[in-house]
């Protein structure tokens, strides 16, 4: 049995040829996996499963990496608002076919980063990057030792991503990427020591304790209002609650998929009894009151803090 296609998966299903001449690889294998269909030839030099996902052969039919946003998703971690594709390259790229990473159809299952832990508490899926041009990043990668040959370290992902996003995503990227465990607390100051200046204050923001880059946000906007914020407490009877304000009222935030079975509806309402029991006050948001509706959200928030 030909094992280079099980080797070729096991690195995120996409390989060039370098790395597999630095594995010892048998040329022989490469070219019976290639005539079995078990993996093929996206460009010269770059090898693939059938399993490879639309990004994936995007960004290297770019000969590039998967970097940025696109790369933090990878690992779970927060990537902004945006889906668009983003494909890391280096600064001496030229003469990029664009049209070939354009072209390219969404479809498949997104492959997770090879050392990316699944989370047994909610969906582990990344959604793909929909058709369209991709945002281009011409950069030296900073830490190349932990990148694969399709996407780029979870430091230089999240680097590109402090100086690309707006600063709300910037601290969400940063909470959510060591909450997800892609980037260590002690290595964020070697991140931000290479970012630009205006940003490094962004550490004093942080606090990994938020379970998704909406309660980052949120957490800040509010903290900046002058409330007084806690993300994720535990309550006695009631259980985890996202953020508590002003010890007094209890901040729901909900992704689009949260509800999407009956178990999750029914542990809702039942969450919801227990909390009138013990005299909590919840207020429950999705993502369009966050980011369309924050000044009646933000409204709903000041009064029931004043009434309570």
Do not use: K
């Amino acid at each position: 049995m030909n094992p280079l296609p099980d080797l070729v998966a096991s690195l995120g299903h996409v390989v060039r040829s370098r790395t597999l001449r630095r594995l010892d690889l048998d040329p022989g294998q490469l070219t019976a996996a290639l005539r079995a269909g078990s993996l093929r030839r996206i460009r010269p030099g770059w090898f693939a499963t059938p399993d490879a996902d639309s990004d994936q052969l995007r960004a290297a039919a770019l000969g590039g990496r998967l970097g940025c946003a696109s790369a933090l998703r990878r690992w779970g971690a927060w990537g902004g608002r945006g889906a668009e594709l983003h494909v890391h390259v280096p600064p001496t790229a030229s003469r990029l076919s664009l049209e070939a990473a354009v072209s390219a159809r969404v479809a498949g299952i997104a492959v997770r980063h090879p050392e990316a832990v699944p989370r047994e508490d909610r969906r582990d899926t990344v959604l793909l990057a929909p058709p369209g041009p991709p945002r281009v990043h011409w950069r030296v990668l900073g830490f190349p030792q932990d990148a694969l040959d399709w996407i780029v370290s979870p430091r230089d992902a999240l680097l590109q991503a402090l100086t690309c996003l707006d600063e709300e995503d910037a601290l969400a990227c940063l909470d959510s990427a060591v909450h997800e465990g892609a980037v260590s607390p002690a290595e964020i100051a070697g991140v931000l020591a290479r970012a630009p200046e205006r940003l490094r204050p962004l550490q004093r923001e942080m606090d990994p304790l938020a379970d998704s880059g909406l309660e980052t946000i949120v957490r800040r906007r509010l903290r900046r209002a002058g409330f007084s914020v806690r993300p994720q407490v535990h309550l006695p009877g009631i259980g985890w609650i996202d953020l508590l304000v002003e010890e007094i009222l209890a901040i729901e935030i909900d992704g689009y998929e949260w509800h999407s079975s009956r178990e999750r509806f029914h542990a809702d309402v039942d969450r919801a009894v227990r909390e009138q029991a013990f005299g909590l006050r919840t207020l429950r948001f999705g993502q369009r009151h966050v980011f369309e509706e924050w000044p009646l959200t933000l409204s709903a928030i000041e009064r029931q803090v004043r009434e309570r």
